[in-house]
């Protein structure tokens, strides 16, 4: 479901998953699911889910649709008993995330949520060395996570309906939550507006977050959607965390394996998220949609489960009502 930018992504690592076979694509947009169904070879186009449940033979969907547009489809998809792999946030409301899981629960079925960044090398090594318990339990972490302006003002036509707290604030707390191996008690955010208004663009400019841990590790977590875009990476991207015995620094976005220059530009060519090698698309964003199917097909568990997408989303949810209060605020868990 959905064939816009990811949703292609996600149509290229099914079409060749040598397990995974892509039935079927669905688009309100009739002609951009015609193109990408031409482009990998799909047989069956559809503009409405519904129709798509009820008439095409398949076992799990990916719902790639924008991010306040996940629940509807997700719960219609528990209801056929097909299993799922939802891009994430799991959903922007909390009225859809019990709506969701409980949908999800009563039909059986499987579903992951594709917080990917725990399939990214150097955060998956920092969670390996922190397991390890060489460094002792984790004290405190700062991550910013950030987008060019152009993410919200061109890419996205849909900004103004969601957040970078969702967009990228998601996956920085499903980070935080997985290497502090804990989930948050208390948060209080500050934000900052009118950059992106100013655009046109209805949207919070940038959150800054403070979170405790219920464990009373603490952490610092900075989104925004405001860097400039002459930043050599789409993301700026800078990750540390202390522990008792030693500490871990990520900087993914100025990796130093690869710079560009031209007469405009210097820029850091992607070799991490989604790039390719051989037309064939590689880096985390493939491995975490390939491990959906590699789960699904062994039976085993998925690494991103669907409470640690509730509570991902209940946290971002918390994020928003501290910033709007400016006080605060205890974070619900399932
Ligand atoms: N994992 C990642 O790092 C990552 C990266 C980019 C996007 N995403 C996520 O993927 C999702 C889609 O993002 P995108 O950039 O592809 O957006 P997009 O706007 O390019 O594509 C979304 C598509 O969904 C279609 N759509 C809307 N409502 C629909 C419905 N009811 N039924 C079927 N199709 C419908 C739209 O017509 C559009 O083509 C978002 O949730 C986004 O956060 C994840």
Not at 110 to 116: E, I
Not at 117 to 146: C, D, H, M
Not at 182 to 199: M, R, W
Not at 289 to 297: E, T
Request: charged share 25%; proline share 3%.
């Amino acid at each position: 479901m959905g064939a816009g930018i990811w949703g292609e992504t996600h149509a290229s690592i099914y079409n060749e998953h040598v397990l995974a076979e892509v039935a079927a694509i669905c688009d309100t947009d009739k002609e951009k699911a015609q193109r990408v169904a031409d482009k990998y070879g799909i047989k069956e186009v559809y503009t409405d889910y519904h129709e798509l449940f009820q008439k095409a033979d398949f076992d799990a969907a990916a719902i790639v649709t924008p991010d306040h547009l996940h629940a509807d489809i997700a719960i219609a998809c528990a209801n056929s008993k097909r299993h799922m792999l939802i891009e994430k946030p799991l959903a922007t409301s909390k009225e859809d995330v019990y709506r969701m899981v409980e949908a999800i629960r009563r039909n059986h079925v499987r579903a992951m949520v594709d917080l990917h960044n725990r399939w990214s090398p150097p955060f998956n090594t920092a969670k390996q060395e922190i397991s390890s318990g060489k460094l002792g339990r984790p004290v405190s972490a700062y991550y910013r996570l950030n987008d060019i302006r152009w993410v919200a003002t061109d890419m996205l036509p849909w900004a103004s309906k969601s957040s970078i707290l969702w967009f990228l604030g998601s996956h920085s707390l499903d980070t935080l939550r997985w290497l502090m191996d804990d989930e948050p008690q208390e948060v209080y955010s500050v934000s900052h507006e009118g950059i992106l208004k100013a655009e046109g663009v209805d949207t919070t400019d940038m959150y800054m977050t403070t979170i405790r841990f219920r464990k009373g590790g603490i952490a610092q977590m900075e989104n925004g959607w405001i860097t400039p875009n002459a930043n050599s990476c789409i993301n700026d991207i800078k990750f540390s965390i202390l522990c008792e015995k030693g500490k871990i620094d990520i900087d993914a976005s100025s990796h130093n394996m690869i710079q560009m220059t031209t007469d405009e530009k210097v820029t850091t060519p992607d070799i991490l998220v989604r790039n390719n090698v051989f037309s064939k698309c590689r880096g985390f964003a493939y491995e975490s949609i390939r491990s959906f199917i590699d789960q699904l097909s062994s039976g085993e568990e998925f690494h991103v489960s669907l409470e640690d997408a509730a509570n991902t989303s209940l946290a971002i949810l918390s994020i928003f009502e501290s910033a709007e209060t400016g006080l605060p605020v205890k974070v619900e868990t399932l």
